[in-house]
Nanobody
Framework: QVQLVESGGGLVQAGGSQRLSCAAS????????MGWFRQAPGKEREFVAA????????RYADSVKGRFTISRDNAKNTVYLQMNSLKPEDTAIYYC???????????????????WGQGTQVTVSS
């Protein structure tokens, strides 16, 4: 079993950048495909980005493509979400998630993830 803790959220102005981190403990992160999701008030949790165990495959929601980058450092047991050109509509609680999968598989649906962090708030002011 793996435990996930997100950090790096906060208040940022529109057009700015922020990097979220997701630190894993309890089991090596290299065993898991990882994803970032977000949930805004009154909305369902939605997919943001995902990365395979190897880091060689990634997938992004259309709304963040070209602005966000997911990456991982398995040696540090950490996954990152670099967010650039932030917009007010990016305001949400951001969650990282983990699931055991084969080495190159990317997982984009909420229900397929087994482990979740507690979330970190990102607020983008206009």
């Amino acid at each position: 079993q793996v435990q996930l803790v997100e950090s790096g959220g906060g208040l940022v102005q529109a057009g700015g950048s922020q990097r979220l981190s997701c630190a894993a403990s309890g089991r090596t992160l290299s065993s898991y495909a990882m994803g970032w999701f977000r949930q805004a008030p009154g909305k369902e949790r939605e997919f943001v980005a995902a990365i395979s165990r190897s880091g060689g495959s990634t997938r992004y929601a259309d709304s963040v493509k070209g602005r966000f980058t997911i990456s991982r450092d398995n040696a540090k047991n950490t996954v990152y979400l670099q967010m650039n050109s932030l917009k007010p509509e990016d305001t949400a609680i951001y969650y990282c998630a983990a699931t055991l999968r084969p080495y190159t598989v990317v997982v984009v649906t909420t229900v397929e993830y087994d482990y979740w962090g507690q979330g970190t708030q990102v607020t983008v002011s206009s």
